[in-house]
């Protein structure tokens, strides 16, 4: 019933930077936090930066005062404005939202789902 979809992948250079989006469609009925989470080659998927309805934000320490977290709740939309880029920010960087959507019987559903989006990979290399 909802779909999430990442884009604003790339190649970058170090010290360059990047702005990720990712749309959330679909029967929608509410969104709640929205965030971004990434994960390197054989590592954990780790929390990036997360922003609430009512937007407030917060950051993974390692990414504190580079990236920015924003969002559009109109167009139900997360962006993620990253900024003097590292090396070892290559990742493939996936959105999550917290949604209550309509079902089939156009009923709202009482609890929030958490949906994912397939990814956008970020590579930082000269």
């Known amino acids: 019933q909802v779909h999430m979809v990442e884009s604003g992948g790339g190649l970058v250079q170090p010290g360059g930077p990047l702005r990720l989006s990712c749309a959330a469609s679909g029967s929608i009925f509410e969104i709640n936090s929205m965030a971004w989470y990434r994960q390197a080659p054989g590592k954990q998927r780790d929390l990036v930066a997360t922003?609430?309805?009512?937007?407030?934000?917060n950051y993974a320490d390692s990414v504190k005062g580079r990236f920015t977290i924003s969002r559009d709740n109109a167009k139900n939309t997360v962006y993620l404005q990253m900024n003097s880029l590292k090396p070892e920010s290559t990742a493939k960087y996936y959105c999550n939202a917290a949604v209550r959507y309509l079902t089939g019987d156009r009923v709202v559903t009482s609890r929030w789902y958490n949906y994912w989006g397939h990814g956008t990979k970020v590579t930082v290399s000269s």
């Open positions: 922003i609430t309805s009512s937007g407030t934000t």
